[in-house]
């Protein structure tokens, strides 16, 4: 059997980690890998304000000493100025993957013109792939409908474990060098 | 009745600053707001040279200054190494937003293949949004109806007045949570 | 008759740069060349591994003392901790174009979705225009055609030859202002 996906959920809200309001984007997620996934899976959640230390520091540790291979962040993205989650993202990166940005707006263009004002990136830090969604739990579906399939490789390439999913949702897609290993 | 929106514009050019050609940057922006906006709004406009130093001041002095929300180059993108305006505006920013530099060369893209060449930012510097445009009035236009719907809705988030648009023209896109002040 | 275009092509890739594996990228980008380009050019190649410190100091001697106008590079772009071409090329740059990394993503993505995997990037140093290009040579052929058109014009702008291109392969765009100097 494939080795247990760990995927690090990180909701980014200064109203959301006080209570003010409910965190709706760790919920979309977890919905959204509980349909899409069909190798084994687990998460691990946070629920964080918009300050660019705590932000470094979350992710420093999903990735490091948790163990995620697979981050993802929602909120913190537009042009305010309490929005900073890529700057964060950027600070921890090994490699930004700009084809992850470009394409998660490129999608959410599709829905609203104000995709365009959406800062986020895909980045790699040591064997994890971090990637920043958008707040919105019908956004957070639409991107990562858009851009999942290319994820489960990204994850072979950078050392992580082989992911598979259900078909009917997202098919991730592999060149045809690219080898499953013995379970 | 809303606060004026400030524009400030910056055509930049060796040729038009010096004199030996006549701008067709400044009055090609100012027929396109003459078209596009319902609210009250006025310019300052700036005739400059390809120098990376009064770029930058220039930039700077609109939007620390003369208190512009909205600040458009024309001019100076391209690969040449005279061409720096991209440069320029990345040294006054304080936040980059990628998106509109891929959605204004996706634009341009329909149009001439060499739009690829095109190195144009946005970014916001404190309270302001500074867009490069092209430099050829019909690409200026092409360019502004291609990205302008989301510009009102980026000037509230970082705190600039409330901008209507005549639909016909453009039609500003906002949220449902975004929220027009009481007038 | 235009003076001859000098073209750099560097192989990346640590097998086929100690003979474990056959480069198919150098012959793939020879053969795209006699197929697509109209005036006279030549040639320059190298192959070598994936180390940033060998791809830089390749690239600075392809453009700088080989006076190439033109350097392609296929390999090393992925996110892989040994794919570093992207990091070596804009280690050398002068200036970044951004929209050749996004379009060669773009064209790439209507064939593969992990296209969005890809890093590569366009970038300036002096008077060559350097380019990234995948590994495969079915990706290199798809690459250039989706691109190509702005070349000649770019090499244009940084003071490089005049390149013709044959225009049932690719067709060369120019703006009408731009001049073919006297042959």
Aim: charged share 25%; aromatic share 6%.
């Amino acid at each position: 059997m494939s080795e247990e996906l760990k995927i690090g959920l990180v909701s980014i809200s200064d109203r959301a980690s006080t209570g003010v309001y409910e965190d709706k984007g760790i919920p979309a997620l977890k919905e959204w890998f509980d349909a899409a996934l069909a190798s084994p899976w687990r998460l691990e959640s946070r629920l964080i304000p918009d300050e660019q230390p705590i932000i470094e520091a979350t992710l420093i540790e999903l990735c490091d000493r948790a163990g995620c291979h697979l981050v993802l962040t929602t909120g913190g993205t537009g042009p305010a100025p309490r929005d900073v989650t890529p700057e964060a993202t950027l600070a921890v990166a090994d490699k930004v993957l700009p084809g992850f940005g470009e394409q998660m707006r490129a999608v959410s263009l599709k829905y609203v013109p104000t995709a365009i004002l959406s800062r986020q990136v895909g980045v790699v830090r040591g064997k994890a792939l971090i990637l920043n969604l958008p707040g919105q739990p019908k956004a957070i579906k639409e991107t990562l409908d858009g851009v999942f399939a290319a994820v489960p490789y990204c994850l072979d390439l950078i050392g992580g474990p082989y992911v598979e999913t259900r078909e009917d949702v997202v098919k991730a897609f592999r060149p045809k060098s690219a080898v499953k290993p013995a379970g």
